[in-house]
């Protein structure tokens, strides 16, 4: 069974850092793309980063640009988001997803495999 498990979210104040983590198991995710997806509450899920197998392309929404980086350890099936400079507007359920097309979609929909979540919660 497949499964995302996310980790590393907490409370910090603005300025601050969060490393969240999202541990794969289950299957090999080789030729996956792996991204991070956030949603606050009465709002849609939306694209944060995403990271190609091998590593070498990332892609990142305007608004994290700068201050989040992806990166992925292919040989512990884990990939991470950095978070540097968190702003309030950052607080949100922040969601591991898996796709094994290897495009790396800014939608939710094409996406396989999704984590349960980590809270983000950003004081100012």
């Known amino acids: 069974q497949v499964q995302l498990v996310e980790s590393g979210g907490g409370l910090v104040q603005a300025g601050g850092s969060l490393r969240l983590s999202c541990a794969a198991s289950?299957?090999?995710?080789?030729?996956?793309?792996m991204s991070w997806f956030r949603q606050a509450p009465g709002k849609e899920r939306e694209f944060v980063a995403a990271?190609?197998?091998?590593?070498?392309?990332?892609y990142y929404a305007d608004s994290v640009k700068g201050r989040f980086t992806i990166s992925r350890d292919n040989a512990k099936n884990t990939v991470y988001l950095q978070m540097n400079s968190l702003k309030p507007e950052d607080t949100a359920a922040y969601y591991c997803?898996?796709?094994?097309?290897?495009?790396?979609?800014?939608?939710?929909?094409?996406?396989?495999?999704w984590g349960q979540g980590t809270q983000v919660t950003v004081s100012s």
């Open positions: 289950g299957r090999t995710f080789s030729g996956y793309v």
């Open positions: 997803a898996a796709d094994r097309s290897g495009v790396a979609f800014t939608t939710p929909k094409p996406y396989d495999y």
């Open positions: 990271i190609t197998w091998s590593g070498g392309r990332t």
